[in-house]
């Protein structure tokens, strides 16, 4: 097993959004979490790369390992656990080339990130055109592309991906879904959570239904695509 | 115009050490948007530990435990006092404010003050309340430029503060830790993402902060050589509202402001009895303010955000 969540309680300012979630994760899976809005999903991304507080009792392991025991920096750098964080928080100072290479902040493997360098702009030629410029000023596909770009440099384990077909074009969201097929055909494990549910269990190969902080169902996603409360609930009757 | 060239000069070597202190507060703002109100006091402590560290240079020297020119005295000075400068600049991030990260904006500005009262009075324990002298190092040249006098020490103060800056510029812009701190600067969450430590990326911004402000310290002390343990405060003050004026988080504004600061203070004495001079300059400023609140390069950063 790759990654083991736990009873996961995680709490804003006293109002608890997540009720004590179990999920888990084998390499080389592609694993979705789905749910309405406010269901909890980005949160549970969120606990994962420790962008928020867990209560007590919360166990994360990756590989046996506890998770929240390291610092947030070494989630990344030492587990491999890339983050695509929902909005994209690209830094739109920075031109499109220093955002790939500050996610590669903690590797000195230079030949391995050149490769990988080669390989994002490979995938996504546009950021390779636009590499010199500001981030903050690509469109919104494009800024997309560059999240998932970014993500790839930093860790190649596990990618956490929030909503990342938000904003694209149908054309464009094939695009970034074939890639993340073939990024997880070459090895790496990937988290992905959706709104677009039926884009989600077609991708994945076995999902989470979130509610209101609570898993309520899982299973291979062939069976969550054709359960008709899941039909009926999210993927319009 | 002699008389002009001539102020020229002196506002220039003030601005040097007005824009060397006010790039600690603003690159510290920019990344963690506090501001370190002890930093004038650590201008002041660098000064002091650039006199200790010339005195023992001076000591070696004189009994021939090491044979070396003038210049080479004051530039290892500099480059030790830096260095150790900047430790006390750490100490100040991982005591004072590390705990306080997420703590509301005034304790965090009510602490810095403190640890300023903490050095000052630490030093005065230390040291005593008679003032020390930083030893000379290097002996005063004037030249005389067509009427216009301009001592090598001024044209040294000048040279080495634009060095400083112009190699800070390139640290930010071009190397990683740089680019560290312009993506903490614009979204401070998300940098943990890309593996960057947070903590670490706050201690070094400290240390070069500190380190700029002990420059600034034995540059002032060549000019001035009395130091006291209260000539921070002014310093800090005067270099803060630079770094406002500058607009906050701006490397490039707050050393304009510091000089364009030299400058205001200057002139105003060409025009006014000198007893006037902070009255009317600051009120110049303040001026500028109302109509630029954000200062020459400050952006409007409300679009930071908070996971
Ligand atoms: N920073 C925050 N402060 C307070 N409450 C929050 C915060 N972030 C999320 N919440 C609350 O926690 C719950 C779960 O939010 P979360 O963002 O995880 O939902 P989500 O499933 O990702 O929804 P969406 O599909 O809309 O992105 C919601 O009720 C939300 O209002
Ligand atoms: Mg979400």
């Known amino acids: 097993m790759l990654l083991q969540v736990q009873n996961l309680r995680v709490s804003y300012d006293g109002i608890r959004a997540l009720h004590g979630v179990d999920f888990n994760i084998d390499a080389g899976e592609i694993v979705t979490i789905i749910g309405a809005n406010g269901a909890g999903k980005s949160t549970t991304l969120r606990a994962i790369s420790h962008l928020v507080q867990v209560e007590p009792g919360s166990r994360i392991t990756m590989e046996g390992r506890d998770l929240l025991k390291l610092p947030a920096d070494q989630v990344v750098s030492r587990l491999g656990i890339s983050h695509v964080p929902e909005g994209r928080r690209l830094f739109g100072n920075l031109t499109v080339l220093e955002n790939l290479q500050l996610a590669t902040f903690a590797r000195h493997d230079s030949a391995a990130v050149k490769k990988d360098l080669k390989r994002v702009f490979a995938t996504f030629e546009r950021l390779a055109e636009r590499k010199d410029q500001k981030a903050g000023t690509l469109s919104g596909g494009e800024q997309q592309m560059l999240a998932v770009g970014r993500a790839l440099m930093s860790g190649r384990r596990l990618m956490l991906l929030d909503e990342p077909s938000m904003g694209l074009s149908p054309l464009l969201m094939s695009r970034v879904f074939e890639s993340l097929k073939e990024i997880n055909r070459e090895g790496t494990t990937i988290l992905l959570v959706e709104q677009n549910a039926r884009m989600a269990l077609k991708f994945a190969q076995r999902g989470y239904l979130l509610e209101n902080g609570e898993i309520v169902r899982h299973g291979p996603t062939e069976r969550l695509l054709n359960d008709p409360e899941v039909k009926k609930a999210y993927l319009g009757g | ?307």
């Not at chain 2, 008389?3 to 202190?21: K, P």
């Not at chain 2, 830096?82 to 991982?94: A, D, I, K, N, Q």
């Not at chain 2, 680019?179 to 201690?203: C, E, F």
């Not at chain 2, 240390?207 to 209260?230: C, E, F, H, R």
Request: proline letters at 3%; glycine letters at 10%.
């Open chain 2, 1 to 307: 115009m002699t008389y002009f060239l001539q102020n020229l000069v002196n506002a220039l070597q003030w601005g040097s050490f007005y824009a060397l202190i006010a790039l600690g507060y603003s690159m510290v703002y920019s990344i963690l948007m506090l501001f370190n109100f002890a930093h004038g006091d650590i201008f002041m402590v660098g000064a002091y530990i650039g006199f200790g560290v010339a005195s023992a240079l001076v000591a070696f020297n004189s009994l021939g435990l090491v044979v070396l020119p003038g210049w080479l005295l004051l530039v290892l000075t500099i480059l030790v006092s830096m260095l150790l400068t900047s430790f006390v600049g750490m100490l100040v991030e991982r005591i004072g404010y590390r705990p306080l990260r997420d703590a509301p904006r005034a304790s965090a500005a009510i602490t810095g003050l403190m640890i300023g009262i903490i050095l000052e009075t630490g030093n005065l324990a230390l040291l005593g309340a008679q003032r020390v002298r930083l030893p000379t190092m290097i002996q005063s040249v004037t030249y005389d430029l067509g009427g216009v006098f301009i001592t090598n020490k001024k044209i040294m103060i000048v040279l080495v503060s634009l060095g400083l800056m112009l190699t800070l510029h390139q640290f930010v812009r071009r190397t990683k830790w740089g680019m560290a701190m312009r993506a903490m600067a614009y979204d401070y969450a998300v940098v943990p993402l890309m593996g960057v430590p947070l903590n670490k990326i706050a201690a070094m911004t400290f240390a070069i902060g500190s380190a700029l402000a002990a420059a600034a310290g034995i540059l002032y002390g060549v000019a001035y050589p009395v130091l006291d343990p209260y000539m921070g405060i002014v310093f800090g003050w005067k270099a803060f509202v630079a770094a406002i004026l500058g607009g906050r988080g701006s490397i490039m504004g707050a050393c304009l402001a510091g000089f364009l600061l030299g400058f205001i203070e200057i002139f105003v004495t060409m025009v006014f009895p000198s007893t006037l001079r902070d009255l009317i300059a600051y009120g110049i400023i303040m001026l500028i303010l109302v109509f630029r609140p954000h200062g020459f390069f400050g952006e409007a950063y409300s679009a930071r955000l908070r996971l």
